[in-house]
């Protein structure tokens, strides 16, 4: 059901926790699933240089936070800013359609971190 790199990602989280000298904390949740992501970030020229996340949720939400943090650590504003619900599910090794939903929660959380950066800078 589930792909090797998905349950990796569940099993073993990356960069699960809190930053408390984050440059900025999100929130983003599912209202029809009750999903939960939250994404703290330092931000250093115009990269994320820190990420941690805590996610309340499905195996994949869990799945995709952590990929999420791997993913976006180094990265620009630029091209975290083009980063797709697909793209996840991909890096995941895919999802089953009715978990397709814990990759949007992902992009969504990732969005408000970079809307939240844009409007303190």
Not at 50 to 75: D, Q
Request: charged share 20%; net charge neutral.
């Amino acid at each position: 059901m589930y792909s090797q790199t998905l349950l990796d990602h569940f099993h073993h989280p990356r960069n699960v926790g809190e930053i408390a000298e984050a440059s900025v904390v999100v929130e983003a949740s599912n209202p029809v699933c009750g999903d939960l992501m939250k994404l703290w970030a330092m931000v250093r020229e115009g990269r994320i240089q820190r990420v941690k996340f805590k996610a309340a949720g499905c195996v994949p939400s869990v799945a995709c936070g952590s990929w999420l943090t791997e993913a976006i650590l180094n990265k620009s504003l630029e091209e975290l800013s083009a980063l797709t619900p697909d793209e996840v599910v991909s890096g995941l090794g895919g999802l089953p359609p009715a978990s397709r939903h814990a990759a949007v929660l992902a992009v969504d959380a990732l969005k408000r971190l970079l809307e939240q950066i844009r409007n303190s800078g």
